[in-house]
């Protein structure tokens, strides 16, 4: 009997340690492209996360200082993988291609 409970509970620990996979849709809202150098830490640092959808349906006369709060609330709560040295260049790409001061 122990034989049996030990081989049931082999296989059903076998069974959950499978890795799983999901398949997400595909982004529908790309960042904005543009020559700043934000543009391309946006795409490596915020992409893993989430959508260009969050920075769109922000407020168009947001300024400096609310995507300055907005990125480091991701660095800090979300825990987004962006140096202190990178949150000024992402927060001028956001601000220039999505706020108060777009060109």
């Known amino acids: 009997m122990k034989k049996l409970l030990l ?12 890795a799983k996979t999901i398949e997400l849709p595909a982004d529908t809202v790309l960042w904005r492209p543009s020559d700043l150098p934000g543009y391309q830490l946006t795409l490596q640092k ?17 300024g400096v200082g609310y995507w300055n709060a907005q990125v480091l609330r ?8 962006i140096t202190d040295e990178e949150v000024p260049i992402i927060v ?12």
């Open 7 to 18: 081989l049931i509970s082999a296989l059903a620990l076998a069974q959950m340690a499978q």
């Open 46 to 62: 915020c992409s893993a996360c989430h959508s260009a959808h969050y920075a769109e349906y922000q407020p168009p006369n947001t």
């Open 74 to 81: 991701m660095k800090n709560v979300f825990k987004a993988p």
């Open 92 to 103: 001028d790409y956001l601000n220039k291609t999505y706020g108060a001061n777009r060109k």
